[in-house]
Each structure stands twice: as structure tokens, then as C-alpha cells.
């Protein structure tokens, strides 16, 4: 149990609908990021944030968004879903500094199927 | 732009059969290589952080160690529970506080009794 927990486990949803993700990182981990894995592109880079700023962005769609609370925990949403949007959502987590190596702790996923 | 290419992208393996999985990268500044283990439907799990060309770490069966421009996992004598995907990701330098990972695509280890 790496101490970051995503809710919810599954989520199916239809076309053009909205969802929200959930993310709760391990306890004093400041930094919360978030990935995207598909079976043909593998594990993509979203978004990071640190306490509470947006700190950088990778290939995130326009209609994808994120924030992160002043409890640290983070919520992506999706919204107006395509097909393609089906995907394993992963959170993970780092401890904060000045410098340094930040190795990424992974919560368990959700599964997003768009019908 | 990083890249991270993993080989080969499945290997089956005998119980016993020690092997290598190979990591190249190609990173403008190389802050931290990292080595994880993913199982079916489940998130990445932590396995080494290796910063710089020479360095090795080992746990249990396994070894990481890291060049300029690649990194391999040798697995010694492995067994049917070191099955999983292993993935391989580079943190560059040069990104102020981003520290996001650029990973490979994966080696799926199939290890039979």
C-alpha cells in the first residue's frame, strides 16, 4: 500500500457526460500529479500540482481540469467524455523540498470506460 | 523532448532463468531514472531511483543499474510472483519544480514454474 488513495475504483459513464476523480496523497507529500494509461500510449503525464498551485502541465486535454484543495487532496474532472477518454487514471504523490529526486508514490487507479 | 524506450516489451522467462530488461533514454539533464513494477489493473509500485552512470541498487532478486544513456533490471533466478509489467521513467533536470516522469512503454515478464 504505497498511502495515496483514488476514488472512485470504477466509473462508467456515456458520452458527453462529466465526472470527477479523487485523489488523497500520502500524508505530508505536498505534490500531487496526475497520469493518464492506455493500453497504446502507456503512462502520460497530466498535470502537477503543489500545494494548492498548478506547477506544470503535460498533454492535458482543454477539457480536462484539475485543482487541488487546502488539504492537499486533488480532483481531476473530465468533462464532455469521448470514447478515447477511456482510460486508467492514476494519482500519485512526492514529498516536497528544494531540490532533489522526487520518487512518485502511485494510488491504485481509477478505471474510466466511456460508452 | 524525453523519451524512455523499453525492450524487450515482453520476455518469458523459466522459474530460475535469470535475465535483463533494458531502459534507454534520451533526457536533456537527467535528474533521477526510476525502475517500477506494475501488476494488472493496478497503479505503479516504487521499486529504485538510480542518479547517476555507475550507480547500482539491489532488492530481493533484483539489481538496477544505470549508464549514460541507459539503464538495465536484472532479475536473478526469478519466480512465478516476479511476473508483472516493469516500467522504467526519467525525471529531467532544468524543469524548476516540475518533476514530472516520462515513462517507457513497458517490459512484461512472464515468469512460468
Known amino acids: 500500500d504505497s498511502g495515496v488513495t483514488q476514488t472512485p475504483k470504477h466509473l462508467i459513464t456515456a458520452t458527453g457526460q462529466r465526472v470527477t476523480l479523487r485523489c488523497s496523497p500520502r500524508?505530508?507529500?505536498?505534490?500531487v500529479y496526475w497520469y493518464q494509461q492506455s493500453l497504446d500510449q502507456g503512462l502520460q503525464f497530466l498535470i502537477q500540482?503543489?500545494?494548492?498551485?498548478?506547477?506544470a502541465k503535460g498533454n492535458i486535454l482543454e477539457r480536462f481540469s484539475a485543482q487541488q484543495f487546502p488539504d492537499l487532496h486533488s480532483e481531476l474532472n473530465l468533462s464532455s467524455l469521448e470514447l478515447g477518454d477511456s482510460a486508467l487514471y492514476f494519482c500519485?504523490?512526492?514529498?516536497?523540498?528544494?531540490?532533489?529526486?522526487?520518487?512518485?508514490?502511485f494510488g491504485p487507479g481509477t478505471r474510466l470506460t466511456v460508452l | 523532448e524525453d523519451q524512455v524506450t523499453q525492450s524487450p516489451e515482453a520476455l518469458r522467462l523459466q522459474e530460475g532463468e535469470s535475465s535483463s530488461l533494458n531502459c534507454s533514454y534520451t533526457?536533456?539533464?537527467?535528474?533521477?531514472l526510476f525502475w517500477y513494477r506494475q501488476d494488472p489493473g493496478k497503479g505503479p509500485e516504487f521499486l529504485f531511483t538510480?542518479?547517476?552512470a555507475g550507480e547500482e541498487k539491489e532488492k530481493e532478486r533484483l539489481k538496477a543499474t544505470l549508464t549514460k544513456k541507459e539503464s538495465f533490471l536484472h532479475i536473478t533466478a526469478p519466480k512465478p510472483e516476479d511476473s508483472a509489467t516493469y516500467l522504467c521513467?526519467?525525471?529531467?533536470?532544468?524543469?524548476?519544480?516540475?518533476?514530472?516522469?516520462?515513462f517507457g512503454k513497458g517490459t512484461l515478464l512472464t515468469v512460468n514454474p
Open positions: 500519485a504523490s512526492s514529498v516536497a523540498g528544494t531540490s532533489g529526486v522526487r520518487e512518485q508514490f
Open positions: 533526457v536533456s539533464g537527467l535528474r533521477g
Open positions: 521513467a526519467v525525471q529531467a533536470r532544468g524543469g524548476g519544480s516540475n518533476y514530472k516522469l516520462t
Open positions: 500524508s505530508g507529500d505536498l505534490s
Open positions: 538510480l542518479y547517476s
Open positions: 500540482y503543489y500545494n494548492g498551485e498548478e506547477r
